[in-house]
C-alpha cells in the first residue's frame, strides 16, 4: 500500500445495466432502493480518457471505515468471548441457543465492526491490483429469519472491507421471514446505510429463487453471493474481482474460515485452504489440496482449482452466471444445488476455483436452523441433470432417493444440451480424478449377509464421523438403508465402502482376525495384499493374504458381533452373499 499508481480515467468498459426478468413466480415483491440513483448514473457518464495520477490509497478506501479499535472490547480481532453466567443470563443465553442455534446472546456483545487476524498467505498481502481495471460486484445476501446481529455484522464487514470504487451494491433478500427485527427495524436501520438494499420475497422461495430475486436488481458486472452469517477480511474481494477479469468463465470462492457458533472465535489458518469435493449420496465434503493441483500452481497465491463449492460464498460474472444458466429455480429451500452448479461450471466449459487470498468467515450453526428435507429433491434434481449413468451409483446408496417426487427437469436437461456441455464421466476423470468410482457390478454391492447368522450384515459405524477409516468392521442387524451397511466388491478383490469419502477398503490381518476399514489405494496404485477378497461360488468369503475365510463370530472380545478371519470350512457361518434392497 501506498503506492502511486498511474492509471487511465474513464477506461474501464462497463456493460449495459442488466435488469433480469423473472417470469412468474417472483411478482409483486416489494423494493426498497436507496441512495442509488445518483450513483448508477455517474457511473455510467463516460469521460474522455485522461492520463491521470491517482494514489492507489485512494481507490482502496472502503465504503466506511471501521471505528477506532477497542482491543479490549469482547470477541476484537475474532478472539473467543467467554462468558461465565448464571440465573436469568444464563438462560437468555440458552434461549438464543434454542432459537438461533447460534449463540446469539455472545453475538450480540461483539462488535458489528470487529477486526479478524489475518488469515491469508501472507504474500498475498504483496499483490497489487489496478483498482480502475476491476470490474464491479453487487453483493447478494439472501436471509431467513436470521438474527440481528449476525445480518448486520455480515453488511457492516463488507461495507468496510469493501472499496468504495468496486461496490455497486449490496441486496438484502429476506426470504419471507416472519420476525419482527427483520421488518420496520431492518428498514429503519439500513436506510442509513449508504449502498444497501433490501428486497422482500412475498412467500418462502428458499436460497435459489431468493439469490435470484437479489440478483435481478444488482447493477455491478459480478455477482457476489454470500451468507447472511459471515466476516469478510480486509481484501477478500480484490481477488475474486481480478481472477474474473483475467477468466470471465472462472467462478470463485473465498477461503471459508470458520467463526465458532458458540464464542465467535474466528477459528482458521493461513495454510492451504481446502477445496470441496462430494460423495456418492451427494453430500458436500471438504479436501485437501491434491498433490497434482499444487504441481499445477506457480505460487501459492495462485487459484486453486476445486470440483465443486459449498455454495455460500462465490463470485461470478454476471454474463458468465446467465449464459451457464443461474441456478435450477425447482430447487426449494436449502441443499444440492451447489453441487448441482458445481457440476454445471466444470461440465458446461467453465472453472471453478478457491481463490487462497480471499477469506471470509462463516458461521456454522450448532444444527440446521430450519428443516433441511428438500434436499433429498434438490440432490435428485442434480443427479437427474447431470450424473448420467452414475445416478446410479447414486441411487443404489440412497434407495430412498428413488421415490422422491423431484419435478420436472426437462428444462434443466434442455440447457445442458444447448451448451454442449460434456458428461459425468469426463467430470469424473478430468476434475475429480481423487473420487473413488464405484463399480457396482450386480449382486457385488449392497447389505453383505451373512447365512448362519441370519440377517446380520456387515456394518461399520465409526465413532467419530469424520473419520471414515481406521475401527473394526462389525455385525450388525441388517436395516436395509445403505448408509453404514454399504458395502461393494470390486473386480480386483477390494471389499469398499464408498458411501462416503475418501473410501475405505476392509483389511485383514493374521493376529487380530477382525477386520478393519483402511484407506483404499490411490487410482493406479497396486492392491495391497490384506485388502483382497474373493467371495466364491460356495458364498465363502476367502482372504487371500492370510488363506483364511470371513466367519460371522457372536463371541468377540468385545462382546459385540464382527466378522472375523478363520481356517475354512463349511459352516454357513462362513457364506455371504449381497442384498440389493431398501
Ligand atoms: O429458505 C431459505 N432461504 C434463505 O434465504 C434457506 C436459507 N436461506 C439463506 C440463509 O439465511 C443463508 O443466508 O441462504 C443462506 C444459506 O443458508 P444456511 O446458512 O442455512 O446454509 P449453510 O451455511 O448451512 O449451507 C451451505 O449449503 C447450502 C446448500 O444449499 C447453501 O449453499 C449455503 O449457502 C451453504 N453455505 C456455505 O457455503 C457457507 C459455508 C458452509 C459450508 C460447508
Ligand atoms: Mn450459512
Known sequence: SGSTQRVVAGQRSRPKLWFILFAGTLVGFLIFFRHNSGDVSAANRREAPVEVVVENDQLQKPVYEKPPLDLGAPGEMGRPVRLNLEGEEKRKEEESIQVNKINIYVSDKVSLHRRLPERWNPLCRDLQYDYRSLPTTSVVIAFYNEAWSTLLRTVHSVLETTPDILLKEVVLVDDYSDRAHLKEPLEQYISGLRKVHLIRATKREGLVRARLLGASITTGDVLTFLDCHCECHKGWLEPLLHRIKEEPTAVVCPVIDVIDWNTFEYLGNSGEPQIGGFDWRLVFTWHSVPEYEQKRRRSPTDVIRSPTMAGGLFAVGKNYFHYLGTYDTGMEVWGGENLEFSFRIWQCGGSLEVHPCSHVGHVFPKNAPYSRNKALANSVRAAEVWLDEYKEVYYH??????????????????????????????????????????????????????????????????????????????????????????????????????????????????????????????????????????????????????????????????????????????????????????
Not at 430 to 448: I, R, S, T
Not at 450 to 467: I, L
Not at 514 to 519: E, I, K, P, R, V
Open 397 to 582: 446408496r440412497n434407495p430412498h432417493a428413488r421415490l422422491e417426487a423431484f419435478g420436472d427437469v426437462t428444462e434443466r436437461r434442455e440447457l445442458r444440451k444447448k451448451l454442449g456441455c460434456k458428461n459425468f464421466k469426463w467430470f469424473l476423470d478430468n476434475v475429480y480424478p481423487d473420487l473413488q468410482v464405484p463399480e457396482d457390478q450386480p449382486g457385488m454391492f449392497g447389505m453383505l449377509k451373512n447365512r448362519g447368522k441370519a440377517n446380520y450384515c456387515f456394518d461399520y459405524n465409526p465413532v467419530d464421523e469424520n473419520v471414515v477409516v481406521g475401527q473394526r468392521v462389525i455385525l450388525y442387524h441388517c436395516h436395509g438403508m445403505g448408509q453404514n451397511q454399504f458395502f461393494e466388491l470390486s473386480m480386483d478383490g477390494e471389499i469398499r465402502y464408498n458411501t462416503r469419502e475418501p473410501s475405505g477398503c476392509v483389511a485383514g490381518d493374521n493376529i487380530s482376525t477382525y477386520l478393519t476399514l483402511h484407506s483404499c489405494r490411490k487410482r493406479g496404485q497396486p492392491l495391497p495384499a490384506d485388502q483382497k477378497f474373493i467371495l466364491r461360488e460356495d458364498g465363502s468369503l476367502y482372504h487371500v493374504a492370510s488363506q483364511k475365510c470371513v466367519q460371522a463370530l457372536d463371541n468377540t472380545d468385545n462382546g459385540k458381533p464382527a466378522p472375523s478371519l478363520q481356517p475354512c470350512s463349511d459352516s454357513l457361518h462362513q457364506k455371504w452373499f449381497f442384498e440389493e434392497r431398501m
